[in-house]
């Protein structure tokens, strides 16, 4: 049976995406990947694969971490995390930017949410354990 064209659509647009940002061409693989996601949205997403949507919104949430639009990438970390729960790359992305703002209790939870998902996410470990001191400091100084 052939793909119905929606899927061979989506297909399309992730594929275009995710060379545009191998590419470093940041804008418009935002563009596409805005585009897969909004084309899945009204698809449905049962002819996108969970994986490929929570990919999608991770990889257009670094391009605007990139840009340091820091509650927007967090915005698309988080619709990645509902998209596939178990993809701990999210987390750990949505972690850093939470760790940089100074929220080290949510940073805390994402960074272990990453390392229960994948024991030996080494750069979650050691975030981890830089949030633990930056929060210590942080009391220490008294706010």
């Given at each position: 049976?052939?793909?119905?064209?929606?899927?061979d659509v989506a297909r399309d647009?992730?594929?275009?995406?995710?060379?545009?940002?191998?590419?470093?061409?940041?804008?418009?693989?935002?563009?596409?990947?805005?585009?897969?996601?909004?084309?899945?949205?009204?698809?449905?997403?049962?002819?996108?694969?969970?994986?490929?949507?929570?990919?999608?919104?991770?990889?257009?949430?670094?391009?605007?971490?990139?840009?340091?639009?820091?509650?927007?990438?967090?915005?698309?970390?988080?619709?990645?995390?509902?998209?596939?729960?178990?993809?701990?790359?999210?987390?750990?992305?949505?972690?850093?930017?939470?760790?940089?703002?100074g929220y080290f209790d949510e940073?805390?939870?994402?960074?272990?949410?990453?390392?229960?998902?994948?024991?030996?996410?080494?750069?979650?470990?050691?975030?981890?354990?830089?949030?633990?001191?930056?929060?210590?400091?942080?009391?220490?100084?008294?706010?």
């Amino acid at each position: 049976m052939d793909r119905e064209p929606s899927a061979d659509v989506a297909r399309d647009l992730l594929a275009a995406a995710h060379s545009r940002f191998e590419e470093r061409r940041f804008e418009s693989a935002e563009n596409l990947y805005g585009r897969y996601i909004q084309h899945c949205a009204c698809s449905g997403l049962s002819k996108c694969g969970s994986r490929d949507v929570a990919t999608a919104f991770n990889n257009r949430g670094q391009i605007k971490y990139l840009r340091v639009d820091f509650y927007e990438a967090m915005d698309d970390y988080t619709s990645a995390i509902e998209a596939q729960p178990d993809f701990e790359v999210p987390y750990y992305n949505r972690g850093l930017i939470l760790y940089r703002l100074g929220y080290f209790d949510e940073a805390l939870k994402d960074f272990k949410k990453v390392l229960e998902l994948n024991p030996n996410f080494e750069d979650a470990s050691l975030s981890l354990k830089q949030t633990i001191k930056a929060k210590e400091e942080k009391q220490k100084r008294g706010y």
